[in-house]
Each structure stands twice: as structure tokens, then as C-alpha cells.
């Protein structure tokens, strides 16, 4: 089963508005981690968010999570046309370190 | 500067040649693993790799070998390519686990033909 399902699958903004992506799963998980992928490119760590935590920044980026509802949001405040990539999160499910799942991921461009 | 790095970039070939994609890493890492992205599966993990010597499978190990001789390189090995392994594939490290931010390769770009 698929854990780690975006939501949406694409989104089109202007630049200057705020982007928000979300990402359910299905599993208990150790941590939930955001990652951006440029066209064609390797991904990029962008934050990371333990089971105990809430929410968490990191300069533009806000990221929240929900145990009970096994979800947890990504948010790009006053987006850039820079920030037109892909984004995927990923879970580590409980009780292992090693296995690494990441959602489908969110298609985001940002219009000049 | 600490990067990951995939050999080749692009690779067309034909089924049933044996390929290796190599992955070397210069920051110590313990942890690398390969995923395979295709288009609307996102990435799935192939194998992964604790530390030397020590190997498991991931979610899409069928047709894929890995060894871990040495710390810093984690080969992929294709012994029989076939055109359902044409793929973008990416190598990642981190220093203990997965639980950590794992750090990509530029990725691998394989065409079986």
C-alpha cells in the first residue's frame, strides 16, 4: 500500500501567494520528512518533523503534522518562480530506520 | 564539498546486457539506498545498505543486485535488463539511517531497449 499520498497532484500559483500541499499516510511513522525535486533532478532535503513534534519552520517553509489524522501539510510563503519543482514526502515507517517511503508528490508552479 | 555521485548519467542498451550504475559518496555515510522513479509511482526504494557488507531489500528488488564492499560506494547491478527496468534512478546517503535527511545523486537516467 501506498504510504505517503500527496495532495494535490498539481498546483498553479502566482508568485507572491502561499502554496500548500498536504501528505497523508497510512502507517505509524518515526518521522515525516519534505523533500524538493527539481526537473529531471536529484531531490533536496528541505525538513524534517518527528512524531512528537507539531509544526516546524525552516525560513519560508512551514510544516505541520497530525498523528491522529496521519497527515501533515506543507506550506511556501510568498512563493518564488524558484520554487516551481516537485514535492514529495517521505515516512519511515515505525519500528524501522531503513526503509524510506515516499508519496507520488505535488507538482508546484509558480507563474512570474 | 559532500555530494553523491551516480555513474552514468544516461545509459541506452539493449535486454539481457549486464550493466552496473556505480554510487560513491565522500561524506562517511553509513546508510545508501536506490530508489526508482517513474512517472506517477513516484520513487520506490530497490535496496538499501546499513554499512558494509550488510544489504536488504526495499520495496522493488526484483531484477536488481547491490553489493557493499566498501563504504563510500554502493553499485547497482542489472544482470538481465529488461524494458520494465527503464527508469530515472537515484542513489541517497545519510549517515545512520533513513530516519535522517538523506542526501541524492543527480540521478541515472537507464533506457532499456
Known amino acids: 500500500s501506498q504510504q505517503g499520498e500527496e495532495d494535490p497532484q498539481a498546483l498553479s500559483i502566482q508568485e507572491g501567494e502561499n502554496a500548500t500541499m498536504n501528505c497523508s499516510y497510512k502507517?505509524?511513522?518515526?518521522?515525516l520528512q519534505w523533500y524538493r525535486q527539481n526537473s529531471g533532478r536529484g531531490l533536496v532535503h528541505l525538513i524534517l518533523?518527528?512524531?512528537?513534534?507539531r509544526e516546524k519552520h525552516s525560513g519560508r517553509l512551514r510544516v505541520t503534522l497530525d498523528t491522529s489524522k496521519k497527515s501533515s501539510s506543507l506550506l511556501i510563503t510568498a512563493s518564488r518562480a524558484a520554487d516551481t519543482a516537485s514535492y514529495f514526502c517521505?515516512?519511515?515507517?515505525?519500528?524501522?530506520?531503513?526503509?524510506?517511503?515516499f508519496g507520488k508528490g505535488t507538482l508546484l508552479t509558480v507563474n512570474p | 564539498e559532500a555530494q553523491v555521485t551516480q555513474n552514468p548519467r544516461y545509459l541506452i542498451t539493449v535486454t539481457g546486457k549486464k550493466l552496473t550504475v556505480t554510487c560513491s559518496q565522500n561524506?562517511?555515510?553509513?546508510?545508501m539506498s536506490w530508489y526508482r522513479q517513474d512517472p506517477g509511482l513516484g520513487l520506490r526504494q530497490i535496496y538499501y545498505?546499513?554499512?558494509?557488507?550488510?544489504?536488504d531489500k526495499g520495496d522493488v528488488p526484483e531484477g536488481y543486485k547491490v553489493s557493499r564492499k566498501e563504504k563510500r560506494n554502493f553499485p547497482l547491478i542489472l544482470e538481465s535488463p529488461s524494458p520494465n527496468q527503464t527508469s530515472l534512478y537515484f542513489c541517497?546517503?545519510?549517515?545512520?539511517?533513513?530516519?535522517?535527511?538523506?542526501?541524492f545523486g543527480d540521478g541515472t537516467r537507464l533506457s532499456i531497449l
Open positions: 502507517t505509524s511513522i518515526n518521522n
Open positions: 561524506m562517511n555515510h553509513e546508510y
Open positions: 517521505a515516512t519511515v515507517r515505525g519500528g524501522s530506520n531503513y526503509k524510506l517511503t
Open positions: 545498505s546499513m554499512n558494509v557488507e550488510v544489504t
Open positions: 541517497a546517503s545519510s549517515f545512520k539511517g533513513a530516519h535522517q535527511p538523506q542526501h
Open positions: 518533523i518527528r512524531s512528537n513534534e
